[in-house]
DNA sequence: TATTCCTTAATAAAACATTAATAATTTAAA
DNA sequence: TTTAAATTATTAATGTTTTATTAAGGAATA
């Protein structure tokens, strides 16, 4: 049983989400403030998860969050009630592990939570076992590994078919790179590009739904307009 | 006499099971949602496997299967009424021991209860007897001795036939990695594979019917289309 | 010589790739 | 700020490829 604490001054919402979360086996933890929440994980040794909202009166949820993870690594999920540029806040806050913004859809809500728990009970030992190099590659959480041709995400495998399997593999061996429909097209299929825009983009869809929680907003297989996809690199955190 | 604990909200299934499983020598112990089996377990220490529902009432069956193995080792095999990815679900939930989808097939359902029981109150002495290395090789209750010549899935010996056994060595012995049907003719025939990809399926298929509960479901011997098989590696489960 | 095993062939089934048509975004121009 | 053009996203259908299955004939083995 896993304990996952809700933070939000609109209860509301904290009761919105203890119900979700409570139909998927968590127990939940309530605060509705940034001074409580610091309280109870204080308190409460056994926190597995930190839902926290960032506009909240006496202390907002960005401070909050610096200041748990001065103590301890608990994966911190943001909530914002703004839809604003994804990066720019998840960016802002190094704290947060992942970020939502309201209203939000309970099922996004659900698997970015088990997507978190996922990562922070099982993902140590996965990300051990596998060394970039040897034929394994990975930006962030994405890992893929062409011996065994398999993709594990957030601790979890995800069965591509090959040629997807192949876009992907490219595009995370180059993570960071932008390349253009055509260059993909023939790195992967080895052959001149002809009309190519659509049949990529499909197998772009295909990747996305499943290796991104939320394919509208990519977190690993992004577009630059205009120009081409690429891999974010998500690695090197400094 | 061995205790069975079937949990199920559909009556009807519940009675199918009893007497099914009754024919073969089981004791059927029953209940209908998620707390009353928490309840039975409680109260009877010498239950020896559990056959959990998913969709339940009240207490869904993989946060009951998590409650229960907070507790007790007791094998449990979930059934769950939509025919969706084995894989996926079965990956959902590490408390399960295996995964059978309604509506099953009274044969199938024995022989997955009795190679739990199987595995539940022999396994340990065999396991214990062969040690990886020495020729042994192994995938979770795959055995393989290669001093002997002797196949074991799930504490039974499974006759093969030379070849069979040949290509089932290969992959066992690099169990978690991909080779295709090439690759596979070369190292076990010795020599250069032209057409081969219709008698390594047909083998394939012979080793499947022979090492699988269910050949068409493999739990061991599986395809990654377009690129070719594996054993999947059962072993170092964290 | 009888039996078991391997291979081939033909067909079926499943998974996957591609195309086409339409919708939604983004960018840039009016 | 609106509109138009360009680019990407989405969905469903159709076609192709790959694997699965079955059965039968031939080779090896006991």
């Known amino acids: 049983m896993y304990n996952i604490l809700v933070v939000d001054d609109d209860k509301e919402i904290v009761k919105a989400v203890e119900i979700y979360l409570g139909k998927e086996g968590y127990n939940i933890l309530k605060a509705y403030n940034g001074v409580e929440a610091l309280k109870i994980v204080e308190n409460n040794p056994d926190i597995h998860l930190i839902l926290l909202d960032v506009m909240m009166p006496k202390l907002d949820g960005i401070s909050t969050a610096n200041l748990i993870r001065k103590n301890k690594a608990i994966p911190i999920i943001m909530l914002s009630a703004k839809s604003e540029d994804y990066d720019k806040i998840a960016g802002l806050n190094n704290g947060a592990d992942d970020y939502i913004t309201k209203p939000f859809n309970p099922l996004e809500l659900i698997a970015r939570v088990n997507s978190q728990i996922r990562r922070y009970t099982h993902l140590g030992s ?8 040897d034929g394994v590659y990975s930006s962030g959480d994405l890992i893929i590994n062409d011996n065994t041709k398999q993709v594990i995400v957030e ?10 399997y192949n876009i992907l593999k490219f595009l995370t061996k180059n993570k960071g790179i932008v ?60």
Request: hydrophobic content about 30%; cysteine-free; glycine content about 6%.
């Open 126 to 133: 996965i990300a051990d076992k596998m060394q970039e190099g």
């Open 155 to 164: 601790g979890k495998e995800v069965k591509l078919t090959p040629t997807e």
């Open 179 to 238: 390349y253009s429909i055509e260059q993909i097209y023939e790195n992967v299929w080895e052959e001149e590009s002809y009309g190519a825009e659509n049949i990529i983009a499909v197998h772009i869809r295909h990747i996305r739904e499943k290796i991104e929680i939320n394919p509208k907003e990519p977190k690993y297989l992004k577009v630059i307009w205009g120009i081409g996809y690429k891999i974010e690199n998500l690695n090197e955190k400094n």
